[in-house]
């Protein structure tokens, strides 16, 4: 079946300016993670969802990101007022109930914040 | 906190040698541990991964054994290709919690 995917797969953007990244995780998965991997950071956590609710955001740098899910599936990380050490892969995860160890990963939507 | 190390890169060999990424973990409890494969140009896919002590993960010839006593997860081939050229990520998950904590990533190199 169709795994997990990510819109834009590149997104360039002026400092200052607020972006979305989408995510589409495979179908029936319960569980949607975002993660940031940045040359200086390395792979870093940033929200994970169960359903439509985060019980951990612990990782989102700044109040100028936010996530949000809706009908258990589509998930948008939002960056406003955009940095340029906001500039990273963004990665999205998706796991079955029951099986969260096992996160099947998008391709990514690299940011360039200029 | 939750952390792990591997071992700097990149690690560069010729094709048919023999494979070892060093990888250690700090955790409280029992986490799960994990290898992500990163191949140029794709995303990340899970490799193998141990859930408890003295498990061996497999898969495509690659290997990794939970060691609890020395906290490592060291991945091992015994012959490696051109193929396998790729950055490979150890990881854990602590039990109850979901997200996964990463290494910094090694980049492995194969020539002909």
């Known amino acids: 079946g169709a795994g997990v995917s990510q819109s834009p797969s590149n997104k360039v953007t002026e400092k200052g300016k607020d972006v979305e990244l989408r995510c589409d995780p495979i179908s029936g998965h319960t569980a949607l993670y975002w993660y940031r991997q940045s040359l200086g950071q390395g792979l870093e956590f940033l929200i994970y969802f169960q359903g439509n609710s985060a019980p951990d955001k612990s990782g989102l740098p700044s109040d100028r990101f936010s996530a949000e899910r809706t009908g258990g599936s589509v998930s948008t990380l939002t960056i406003q007022r955009t940095q340029q050490e906001d500039s990273a892969v963004y990665l999205c995860?998706?796991?079955?109930?029951?099986?969260?160890?096992?996160?099947?990963f998008g391709p990514g939507t690299r940011l360039t914040v200029l | 906190g939750n952390s792990v190390t591997q071992m700097e890169g990149p690690v560069t060999l010729s094709e048919e040698a023999f494979l070892t990424i060093n990888c250690t973990y700090t955790?409280?409890?029992?986490?799960?541990l994990f290898w992500y494969v990163q191949y140029p140009g794709e995303g990340l896919q899970l490799l193998l991964k141990?859930?408890?002590?003295?498990d061996k993960g497999s898969n495509k010839g690659f290997e990794a054994t939970y060691r609890k006593e020395t906290t490592s997860f060291h991945l091992e081939k015994g012959s490696v290709q051109v193929s396998d050229s790729a950055v490979y990520f150890c990881a854990l998950s602590q039990t109850g919690f979901q997200k996964l904590v990463f290494g910094t990533g090694t980049r492995l190199l194969v020539s002909p």
């Open positions: 995860a998706s796991s079955s109930r029951g099986r969260e160890d096992t996160q099947y």
């Open positions: 955790a409280t409890g029992y986490p799960s």
């Open positions: 141990a859930t408890k002590a003295d």
